[in-house]
C-alpha cells in the first residue's frame, strides 16, 4: 500500500534542458538514420510519439556539450532558485536516473562533487523512467520522519551519448528494432524538486505530498527495457573478453521490448484500480493528471483501460508537455512538475496525481499532491535525533586522533577534530579547490594562487617570533619549542616563491600581495602574538600545520596529473606533505606543556583554532577572484 506522508512538501521544482530545442526536421544532425530502412523507421516512431521537439547534451560532431552531472547540477540550481534556498539548507542529495557519466561511485555523489555541496547524505537510485519517484520516496520519508528538514531531490537522463551515429555505423544496419527505434524517443534533460517540513508558502499555497505508491513487476515479467545484455537478455557485457567484442555483439545498446508495453499499462491501470479501491484516491476529485508516456500512441490505451474501469479521468485535466520537451525518462515527471508549476495556477484543494510507468522490468508508479492555502495549519515537525555537539563523525581524518592522545588532552583534541572536520569540508568546497577537483586547473590558476600565497607564509616565522617574545614565567619551554618551529619555516617562503617563479611568475618577491582573506589573517595573529602569553596561538597552529599535512598531500598528486609543470614547481607542497607531520608532533607536546600549567587555557585554544580556520578558508574564498 501506498506511503501516507502528514508533513511533507513539495517546496519548489526546477528543471534543465540542454541546447537549444531540437525539431524532428533537425534530428538528423544528432542522431542521424543510417540507410533508407532507419529512414522509414524515424518517419513511423515519429508520427506516433508526438514530439515535435527535444534537447541534447551532444553537439552535431557527437562530442558532448554537458556532463550528466553537471546537467543534474543545472537543474539543482534551477530549484533552488525558484525557492530562494541554498544548498547550504540541505542536508540530503537523492538521485533517480537509469546511469551517471560513470558505473561508479553513485551518481549521487557525482552531483554532490559537481555541486561542490556540503556534506550530506546521498542516495543514488538507479531504474529506468520510476527511479526519481524512489529517490523521492526515500527523501520523503527522511523529512517524515525528522532525520531531515530539507533534502533536494534530482532525476536525470542524458541518453543521446549512445545514439550517436558512430555507435551504428561500425555494424551498419543489423542493429535489432528494438536497439534501433529508442534513437527517436528518448532526450535528454534533467529536474529536481526540494522537499521541506516547513513551506513558505510563497504564491499563497503550499503543495503537499500525500502519498507515494511505487510497485514493481519484475516477478512476473521478463526484461522490457535493458541496457548491458544482449539482444537475447542472455550475456552480459562483462561476460565479453573486452568491452569492444561487447560493443560488436550489441550489449552495449540501449533496447526495449515494445512487444512489452501493453502489459506495462494494462498492469499499471489495474494497480491504479486498486487504490481507488482502497479509497487512496478518487477520479473524481483530481484537478490535475500528469500523466508520464513516452508516446503520444499511449494516450488513448491509458483513456480506454481507464474508461473501461469507470475511472475516466477527462482529457481537459490531463498535462503533458511530452511534445515540446521530449521523453527524458526518469527526469520525465519532474520536468513536468517545473513547469506545470511555472505556468498553470494550482487552487487551495486541488489535487494533482502524478502517474509514471516504467517499462524496465514492469513496474509503476504513482504521486498525489494536494495544494494548501499558506496559512493552514501544519503538523509540527519531528524533532530529529543529532550528533551531540563536539562529537566529530566517524573515521575523519583530524591532525591528531584524540582517542590516542594522553587523557587531559582528548576533551580539547575531540571539540578540535570536530572544528577540523567542518574546516576540512569547506576547504575542499572553496573556489581554487573545486575547480582542482573538478579537473579545470590551469597553470594561471596555479601561479595566481602561489602568487597570493606566498607573502602569507612569509609572515608565518614573524608572528611566531613575536608571540615567543611575549611568553613569559612557566612557558619558557614553548616558547623554546615555538621558536625551534619558527626558524625551520622563515625561509619556507622563499621555496614557495621558486614554485610561483617556475609556474610562469615575474612579479618581485616584494611585490607579490596578499588577498583581503590573507591580509585579515595576518592581522589577527600579529594582534594576538603581541598579548601576554598568547597561548591560543596554539590553535592557530593546529590549522594551518593540519592544512599542510592533511589537504596538500591530496592537491598535490591534482595538481601534478592537471599541470604541464616540472617537478620544482611543487617543491613547496612536497616539503610540506612530508613534514608537517613532525610539526605537528611538536604541537601535540606544546599543548600537553600549556594545559599542564594551565588546565583553563583550553577554550582559548579552541576560540583561536576556530577564528583561524573562518581566516584562512576566507583566503582560500579569494584566491579565485583576486588575480
Known amino acids: 500500500m501506498p506511503t501516507r506522508f502528514e508533513r511533507v512538501y513539495i517546496e519548489a521544482a526546477g528543471s534543465h534542458l540542454p541546447g537549444a530545442p531540437v525539431g524532428n526536421d533537425e534530428m538528423d544532425a544528432y542522431i542521424a538514420p543510417i540507410n533508407r530502412i532507419s529512414g522509414r523507421i524515424k518517419a513511423r516512431i515519429l508520427a506516433e510519439n508526438g514530439i515535435r521537439t ?184 562483462l561476460d565479453f573478453p573486452s568491452s569492444g567484442e561487447a560493443e560488436a555483439a550489441g550489449a552495449l545498446s540501449l533496447r526495449q521490448d515494445i512487444r512489452l508495453l501493453p502489459h506495462l499499462f494494462d498492469v499499471a491501470i489495474h494497480e491504479y484500480v486498486k487504490l481507488v479501491d482502497a479509497g487512496w484516491v478518487k477520479s473524481g476529485e483530481i484537478d490535475h493528471f500528469l500523466c508520464h508516456y513516452s508516446s503520444d500512441k499511449f494516450i488513448p490505451v491509458v483513456e480506454d483501460l481507464l474508461d473501461k474501469a469507470g475511472l475516466t479521468i477527462p482529457r481537459e485535466r490531463w498535462y503533458s508537455n511530452l511534445n515540446t520537451r521530449g521523453n527524458t525518462g526518469a527526469a520525465s515527471i519532474f520536468v513536468m512538475l517545473a513547469e506545470f508549476l511555472e505556468t498553470r495556477t494550482v487552487r487551495p484543494g486541488e489535487q494533482i496525481l502524478c502517474f509514471i510507468p516504467e517499462s524496465g522490468r514492469i513496474s509503476a508508479a504513482y504521486m498525489l499532491l494536494e495544494a494548501e492555502a499558506a496559512d493552514a495549519a501544519l503538523a509540527p515537525p519531528r524533532v530529529p535525533v543529532e550528533t551531540p555537539a563536539g562529537t566529530p563523525a566517524a573515521g575523519i581524518a583530524a591532525p591528531h586522533d584524540p ?165 620544482a614547481a611543487f617543491r613547496f607542497l612536497e616539503y610540506h606533505g612530508a613534514n608537517d607531520e613532525h610539526h605537528l608532533a611538536r604541537w601535540l607536546a606544546a599543548v600537553e606543556i600549556v594545559l599542564d600549567i594551565d588546565p583553563a587555557a583550553a577554550p582559548a585554544i579552541l576560540a583561536t583554532a576556530r577564528r583561524t580556520a573562518q581566516l584562512y578558508l576566507m583566503q582560500f574564498e579569494h584566491i579565485g577572484t583576486t588575480a
Open 403 to 567: 582517542a590516542t592522545a594522553p587523557a587531559p588532552l582528548q576533551p580539547l583534541l575531540t571539540q578540535l577534530a570536530g572544528l577540523w572536520q567542518d574546516y576540512r569540508s569547506q576547504v575542499w568546497r572553496s573556489p581554487v579547490v573545486h575547480q582542482l577537483v573538478a579537473g579545470r586547473f590551469d597553470v594561471a590558476a596555479y601561479r595566481n594562487w602561489t602568487a597570493q600565497w606566498v607573502p602569507q607564509v612569509r609572515e608565518g616565522s614573524l608572528w611566531m617570533r613575536e608571540a615567543v617574545a611575549s611568553l613569559t614565567g612557566p612557558y619558557a619551554l614553548l616558547a623554546q619549542l615555538i621558536e625551534t618551529h619558527a626558524g625551520e619555516e622563515q625561509n619556507d617562503f622563499m621555496i614557495l616563491y621558486q614554485d610561483y617563479l617556475a609556474a610562469g611568475g615575474s612579479q618581485p618577491l616584494d611585490a607579490l600581495r596578499r588577498n583581503p582573506g590573507g591580509e585579515a589573517l595576518n592581522a589577527y595573529l600579529h594582534a594576538l602574538a603581541a598579548t601576554d602569553n598568547p597561548v591560543g596561538l596554539l590553535g592557530a597552529i593546529y590549522i594551518i600545520e593540519g592544512t599542510g599535512q592533511r589537504i596538500v598531500p591530496a592537491l598535490l598528486p591534482l595538481l601534478r596529473r592537471q599541470l604541464d609543470l616540472p617537478p
Open 54 to 237: 527535444r534537447h541534447y547534451a551532444i553537439a552535431p560532431d557527437g562530442s558532448t556539450t554537458m556532463s550528466h552531472a553537471a546537467l543534474a547540477a543545472a537543474a539543482v540550481h534551477d530549484c533552488l532558485d525558484h525557492a530562494q534556498a541554498t544548498l547550504a539548507d540541505v542536508s540530503l542529495l537523492a538521485v533517480g536516473s537509469s546511469g551517471g557519466d560513470a558505473l561508479m561511485p553513485g551518481f549521487a555523489s557525482m552531483i554532490q562533487g559537481e555541486l561542490g555541496a556540503p556534506p550530506m547524505s546521498t542516495l543514488s537510485s538507479q531504474g529506468v523512467c520510476a527511479a526519481g519517484v524512489t529517490a523521492l520516496a526515500h527523501a520523503a520519508q527522511g523529512i517524515e520522519l525528522g532525520a531531515h528538514r530539507q533534502a533536494m531531490v534530482v532525476a536525470a537522463e542524458l541518453p543521446s551519448r549512445m545514439f550517436k551515429h558512430s555507435r551504428f555505423a561500425p555494424r551498419g544496419y543489423d542493429s535489432d528494432f528494438d536497439a534501433h527505434f529508442l534513437r527517436w524517443m528518448l532526450s535528454d534533460g534533467a529536474g529536481a524538486a526540494l522537499l521541506t517540513d516547513t513551506p513558505s508558502g510563497r504564491g499563497g499555497i503550499r503543495l503537499k505530498l500525500k502519498w507515494i505508491h511505487q510497485q514493481s513487476f519484475a516477478g512476473d515479467y521478463p526484461v522490457c527495457m535493458q541496457l548491458g545484455l544482449t539482444e537475447d537478455r542472455s550475456t552480459s557485457f
